[in-house]
């Protein structure tokens, strides 16, 4: 990119416009220091946004020159309403843009994006985990909707008849008493009527149910 306008580097790092460079840019028709003071006009203050000095001339007598903020250098850019004014200010923006890139982060900008870029990563797993919720919510309520096969409850009445030998000692059938008792408290634990309507999502409950069973007399489901 040409320089249109030299910049002036700070000792802080900081880039500054020279205000005469500025004025002879744009060509103004009247003097400098009619000019700048028309400029302060607009609410520009010394100490924020330029700075006065003295700089040498070519009679050798210093003339009084200011150093403007980049910020203050747009402004009187685009209140001149021109083409060299338009001119000036996208200068400005360029040269603005390439300070930005080229100047160091700070620790503080470092630990600002740092934050940001935890915060992104933040918001991503709640998402994520939200949609794995709403997916095992949903995986949930379709095993509660299937039922167990015939080879499911061929497994469960065996383990209950199992259970209920080695408590009696003895063969138990489906007719017993003991099988009707045991197997009445299971159903309503369980709120059904038969062994097909236990849901998948209950299977191993009601397998555990049939292997706490340690008193007929006294079951505890």
Avoid at 48 to 64: C, H, N, V, Y
């Amino acid at each position: 990119m040409n320089e249109l306008i030299n910049i002036i580097e700070r000792e802080d790092g900081s880039i500054a416009i020279n205000g005469r460079e500025l004025y002879d840019f744009l060509r103004i028709n009247s003097n400098y220091s009619t000019w700048f003071k028309r400029m302060i006009d607009y609410g520009f203050k010394e100490g924020e946004d330029f700075i006065p000095f003295l700089e040498k001339s070519q009679g050798g007598r210093p003339t009084q020159g200011h150093a403007l903020s980049i910020e203050m250098a747009k402004e009187i850019a685009m209140i001149q309403r021109n083409e060299k004014g338009k001119e000036a200010r996208l200068y400005f923006i360029e040269i603005e843009k390439r300070y930005r890139n080229e100047l160091p982060m700070s620790f503080e900008d470092i630990m600002i994006a740092t934050l940001q870029e935890m915060k992104g990563v933040k918001s991503e797993i709640i998402n994520l985990k939200s949609v794995q919720e709403k997916q095992e919510i949903k995986i949930n309520d379709v095993l509660d909707k299937v039922t167990l096969s015939s080879k499911q409850v061929s497994q469960l009445v065996s383990a209950l008849k199992r259970k209920l030998d080695e408590l009696t000692g003895r063969p138990i059938k489906a007719g017993d008493f003991e099988w009707k008792m045991v197997k009445r408290k299971l159903f309503m634990n369980y709120q059904i009527k038969r062994w097909e309507e236990i849901p998948v999502s209950q299977y191993y409950a009601v397998f555990a149910d049939i292997d706490s069973i340690e008193d007929i007399k006294n079951i505890q489901l």
